[in-house]
C-alpha cells in the first residue's frame, strides 16, 4: 500500500473511549506492518488535565486489551507511545487555538512532519462547526504549506437541518475534498470485498437486479445494551445511531451501479445515485414501513438483563428505539419493486451483520409444491463476525427419489491464515492518510439518506403516542417485525440460533 507522506494527527476528544479502544489500536497495528509515514506524530487533545505520561500509559493500555490480530511487540510499542503526546484545552475558545498551532509548529520543527495535519474529531457532532470554525481562524486548515484534512466522526447530524448546517459549517472552512466523514462499517473487508465479488466475477453480476433477486435483506444487530451510554443514546437512538449511516451506505453499496473506474468519485457517485433513487416515505405509511422496538428486562443465559427505560441515564419514560427496521424500494431499472429491508437492534441474540441477497425461486416447482421463496437461493455476505461469503442451494439427498437439501458453498477470510485481515479502523485511517476518499461519505451523500429519513423522524416527533413494540432482550426484536415481510410464508433470516444453554452459533 502507499506509504503516507509525513504527518501528525491531531484527536480532538482523545480522553474518551474511540481514541483509547479503536483509533490508537488501528495506529500501532499500522505501526506495526511499517504503514504508517516516515516521520509520524499523534497529539491528543483534550479538555482533561493530564501529563503526556499519563496520557501515554493510559494508550499504552489501550493498544494491549484491544489491538485486533498484531503480534505485540514491547520494542515497538515502546517506539510507538514515544510519537504520543497531550494538549489540554478548551475546545469552545477561540483564543485556544494559537496555542494549538504553536505546539504544531513546534512538532513540525522538531520531527520535520511537514505541517501536514490529519485533525479527527471523536466528538460531538454539535462540536464539529466550533472546531473546524476556529482552526480556520487559527489558519490551520490552508493547505497551501502542506495538506489539512479533517475527520468527523458519526453521526454526521441528528436530522436533514442540522446535517445541512454542519456541511455548511465544514465548507466554510474546508474543501469537500479535505472532508472525511467517517462510516467503519466501510473499513470492514467484506463490505469492500462486496464490490470485487460484484464487478470482478461474471456469474454474480448478470443476476443482480429484479429480473432474478427476490428481494434483499441487512441486519446489523448487536447483543450489548447501551455500556453506560444511556445519557447519549437516549438523544440519538437506533436510526441515528446505526440505520442513517451504517445500514443505507451498506444498502447502496449492494444496489449501485459499476463505476466507471476505481477511483473515489467514481464509486462515490454511483452510491449517490442510490440514494437519490430511494423512493420517497409518505408521512401516512411510515407504520407500514418502519417498525421501532425498545428492549425490556429478560434473563440472558442465566444473568438478568434490565429493560432499556432502567439503564442508567435513560429517561423512564423514554420512547428512544433500540431496534428499528424499515422496507423500502429503489426506484431505478435495476432495482425497481425488489423490496429492501433493513434492521439494526440492540441486546438482540448475538452480535452479526450481514447482507443477504434472496434469489426469486426455479420458474417451476419440479421437487417441491413449496412455491414460495423460503428455500430460494440466498447469496449471504458476512461482514462481522467471522467474515466471509456462503451461497445455499438445493441439492438432492441421497436415497429414492428426488428430496432437495439445502447446503452451502461458503469462504471465510480466517481461511486465510497468512494474511492480516485489517480492522476497520486501520484501513480508514490509512485512506485519510494518503488522502483516499473512496470509502468515506460524501456531503451529498448524508444529505440524502438524511432527506430519505424525515418522513419517519417527523412521524415519530408528531404523533409521540405512536406504539414502540417492547421485545424481550436476547430475542430477535418486536414479534411483529415479521410483518415487514411482503410474503407471509417468508421470515426475516435469523442466522444464530443456540447451539449450547450458554451459546450462540452463527452459521457461516
Not at 417527523?458 to 436476547?474: L, R, T
Request: glycine share 8%; aromatic share 10%; net charge negative.
Amino acid at each position: 500500500m502507499e506509504k503516507p507522506k509525513n504527518q501528525t494527527m491531531v484527536i480532538f476528544g482523545a480522553t474518551g473511549d474511540l481514541t483509547y479502544r479503536k483509533l490508537v489500536p488501528a495506529l500501532y497495528a499500522l505501526f506495526n506492518q511499517q504503514m504508517l509515514p516516515e516521520k509520524y506524530q499523534i497529539l491528543g487533545v483534550g479538555r482533561t488535565f493530564l501529563s503526556v505520561e499519563a496520557f501515554r500509559e493510559k494508550m499504552n493500555d489501550g493498544i494491549r486489551k484491544f489491538t485486533e490480530n498484531i503480534h505485540l511487540n514491547e520494542r515497538q510499542i515502546a517506539d510507538f507511545i514515544s510519537m504520543l503526546s497531550y494538549f489540554q484545552m478548551d475546545m469552545s475558545a477561540p483564543e485556544e487555538y494559537s496555542r494549538l498551532k504553536a505546539t504544531l509548529n513546534e512538532i513540525d520543527r522538531k520531527s520535520d512532519t511537514g505541517n501536514n495535519y490529519l485533525f479527527y474529531l471523536s466528538m460531538p457532532p454539535s462540536m464539529f462547526g466550533v472546531i473546524s470554525e476556529n482552526l480556520g481562524r487559527a489558519g490551520l486548515s490552508t493547505p497551501s504549506n502542506g495538506f489539512k484534512r479533517i475527520i468527523a466522526e458519526k453521526p454526521f447530524g441528528y436530522d436533514l437541518e442540522s446535517c445541512l448546517e454542519l456541511n455548511r459549517q465544514l465548507h466554510e472552512v474546508f474543501d469537500e475534498s479535505q472532508i472525511f466523514r467517517i462510516d467503519h462499517y466501510l473499513g470492514k473487508e467484506t463490505v469492500q470485498n462486496l464490490l470485487v465479488m460484484r464487478f470482478a466475477n461474471g456469474i454474480f453480476e448478470p443476476l443482480w437486479n429484479r429480473n432474478y433477486v427476490h428481494h434483499i435483506e441487512i441486519t446489523a444487530a448487536e447483543s450489548i445494551g447501551v455500556e453506560g451510554r444511556g445519557g447519549y443514546y437516549d438523544g440519538a437512538g437506533a436510526l441515528r445511531d446505526m440505520l442513517q449511516n451504517h445500514l443505507l451506505q451498506m444498502a447502496a453499496l449492494t444496489a449501485m451501479e459499476p463505476p466507471s473506474s476505481m477511483e473515489a468519485d467514481s464509486i462515490r457517485n454511483e452510491t449517490v445515485k442510490v440514494l437519490h433513487s430511494l423512493k420517497p416515505i409518505e408521512i401516512e405509511d411510515v407504520p407500514r414501513q418502519v417498525i421501532r422496538g425498545q428492549y425490556t428486562a429478560s434473563t440472558v443465559t442465566g444473568e438478568l438483563i434490565p429493560g432499556y427505560r432502567e439503564e442508567k441515564g435513560v429517561n423512564p419514560d423514554s420512547r428512544t428505539e433500540t431496534y428499528v427496521a424499515l422496507k423500502f424500494y429503489i426506484d431505478n431499472w435495476r432495482w425497481g419493486g425488489v423490496p429492501f429491508y433493513i434492521r439494526t437492534g440492540k441486546r438482540l441474540p448475538a452480535r452479526v451483520t450481514e447482507i443477504v441477497v434472496h434469489f426469486k425461486p426455479s420458474p417451476q416447482g419440479l421437487f417441491q409444491k413449496d412455491e414460495t421463496c423460503r428455500k430460494c437461493n440466498q447469496l449471504i455476505i458476512r461482514i462481522q463476525p467471522d467474515e466471509g461469503i456462503l451461497l445455499k442451494f438445493g441439492m438432492k439427498q441421497p436415497g429414492p427419489g428426488f428430496n432437495v437439501k439445502i447446503v452451502n458453498l461458503d469462504f471465510h477470510y480466517s481461511d486465510l491464515s497468512d494474511i492480516h485481515l485489517p480492522s476497520a479502523y486501520e484501513r480508514l485511517l490509512h485512506d485519510a492518510m494518503t488522502g483516499d476518499t473512496t470509502l468515506y461519505a460524501r456531503a451529498d451523500a448524508v444529505e440524502a439518506a438524511w432527506k430519505f429519513l424525515a418522513p419517519v423522524q417527523a412521524f415519530w416527533k408528531n404523533d409521540p403516542e405512536q406504539k414502540i413494540h417492547g421485545y424481550p432482550a436476547g430475542t430477535w426484536g418486536p414479534e411483529n417485525a415479521d410483518d415487514l415481510i411482503e410474503d407471509k410464508e417468508i421470515t426475516w433470516r435469523y442466522p444464530c440460533k443456540n447451539l449450547t444453554d450458554d451459546g450462540i452459533y452463527c452459521e457461516l
